[in-house]
């Protein structure tokens, strides 16, 4: 599972969030003539961690989450 899809199936698991914008959450920007309310993730920043030994497989990333109402 990607890290995308494991932030949007976590916001999924929370019945509050699914009651005010049921399956509406969006990986990237929202679409014109989308319904709302919605929520958008998007990546802002992804860096590799460095050790003494050099770059590692292990990469640090940032994620901006936006609400969309009328």
């Given at each position: 599972m990607s890290?995308?899809?494991a932030i949007r199936a976590e916001l999924l698991e929370h019945q509050e969030i699914r009651d005010i914008v049921g399956e509406r959450i969006l990986l990237g920007g929202i679409p014109e003539e989308f319904a709302l309310p919605a929520i958008t993730a998007q990546m802002i920043s992804e860096?590799?961690?460095q050790t003494l030994c050099g770059l590692?497989?292990?990469?640090?990333?940032?994620?901006?989450?936006?609400?969309?109402?009328?």
């Open positions: 890290l995308e899809a860096r590799s961690l590692t497989d292990v990469r640090e990333a940032a994620y901006r989450l936006d609400l969309w109402a009328e």
